[in-house]
């Protein structure tokens, strides 16, 4: 997939998820959407800066690091 359908696939699930906010069972799916929205992104950056990405998420941390990706400070930490 190229890095703007990549793009195209993390908005059209952004917006779904949006949508599913008013309803009330809806969690679950608004959670595992907004993580599959994240992967596009990911595959999206991924796809621009370096020209390749993963297809899924198996051993995503560390095919960040063989592209030279440094991990973020943790949340509200310094390394």
């Known amino acids: 997939m190229l890095a703007d ?3 195209k696939a993390a908005e059209d699930i952004e917006s779904t998820i949006l949508s599913l906010q008013a ?3 809806a969690a679950r799916v ?3 959407g907004a993580w599959g929205a994240a992967f596009q992104w990911i595959a ?3 796809e ?3 020209q390749q990405h993963l ?3 198996t051993r995503l941390g560390r095919f960040l690091r063989s ?3 440094k991990k973020p400070p943790p949340i509200g ?3």
């Open 48 to 50: 621009t800066k370096y």
């Open 23 to 25: 309803q009330p069972r």
């Open 55 to 57: 297809n899924n998420h």
């Open 30 to 32: 608004i959670i595992e």
């Open 44 to 46: 999206f950056g991924c």
């Open 67 to 69: 592209l030279g990706v």
């Open 77 to 79: 930490g310094k390394l």
């Open 5 to 7: 359908a990549h793009r």
